[in-house]
């Protein structure tokens, strides 16, 4: 009797220790908002915008930081601003899943966070962006709107962003802009192979940038750095389908910020059109490029695994105009680039005749494609090959 009792207390306190143990996961410290509370409603169908703006502003207020918490459910949000200056620590918590509204729309962003420092976004849930709806929409060549990025972040610093899924962006899935210590952790991203300019992640005139962990499926490039990016390591990333990881377009535009410092290892490319790429339009106003690692990368049934194009220009109109880029490329590395090639000539190194590239070292190059030797043609540029070369190509 007297021991039933004991058991059954212990039991209680027992169940009341793990609630909290389980609330104070959930929850973390701070200020916890729950968007439903704000009258935000999972059904897929009403507009939850102005709740998750109200809970946004009660987090992004308190001293000892915030948490949005967004429970399961499919909440439909539109195009929203969230702002700071914030208080404190604030945490964008996902454990359901935010849907865009359909079509295009004539901002270029879906959500954007800007002037925050101190940000988490993460939790198991995910951010749909709707993109069937637009991807037709927009047509390349006729110069028309984009549609909306999913996720832009302007002026943004100390941003982690963990576990959560981007599916289906209507343009970019996340924009990184003038942001400084952005760290992509285990994230998911997916859209089909053949969806139109649904880049993973854009980077561009931002310092300080980790991507660590992602599985990154879409139909443009997995990973693109634009203009001004420095600093940014990039690791365990999975990129098919897509267009591999990308340094440019470069040279589109006048006073475009150098591309300096960048570290690409231990990546897996599986059937994209290109694996390592750098790019830049010809012709094109100055800017630079240095300081670039690729390390320890596996690839399988890619098109083109080294590419360096400095005559970028897809669609016919720029090649008319003649003239060469005058994006210098130098201190490029390629060390332990392995696996299948999809095409025979896999290492094309087309610099400019105007700026040759300068000190492209390829290192352990060990790429085969159908089981035999690949080709390489390169111009303009000066390689020195290092190490051993299986399936070795050789320009001079
Ligand atoms: C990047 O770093 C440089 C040098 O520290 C700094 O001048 C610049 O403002 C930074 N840019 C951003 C977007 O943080
Ligand atoms: C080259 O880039 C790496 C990674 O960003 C950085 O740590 C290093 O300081 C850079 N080296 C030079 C000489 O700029
Ligand atoms: C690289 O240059 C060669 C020789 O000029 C050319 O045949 C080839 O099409 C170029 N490749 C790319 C991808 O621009």
Redesign the pocket.
Known sequence: MASSFFFFHFLSFFVIFLIIIKVSQVHGKGTVVNIQDFGALPDGKTDSSQAILKAWSQACKSKVGGTIFIPPGTFLLNTVTFSGPCNGPTIFNVNGVLRAPTGNSRYEYWILFQHINGLTINGKGSLDGQGPSAWSLYNVKANSRHPPSSIKFNDMSNVLIQSITSINSKFFHYQID???GIHFEDVTITAPGDSPNTDGIHIG???DTIIHKAKISTGDDCISIGPGT?NIHISEVYCGPGHGISIGSLGKYQNEADVNGVVVRDCTLVRTQNGLRIKSWAPSPPSKVFNVTFEDIDVNHVENPIIIDQQYCPHSTCSKQGGESQVQISNVKFINIRGTSASKVGVVLNCSKSFRCQGIEIRDLDLTFNGHEITATCSNANINFYGQQIAAPICT
Do not use: D, H, M, R
Request: proline content about 0%.
């Open positions: 003038g942001s400084q005139n931002s310092n420095s």
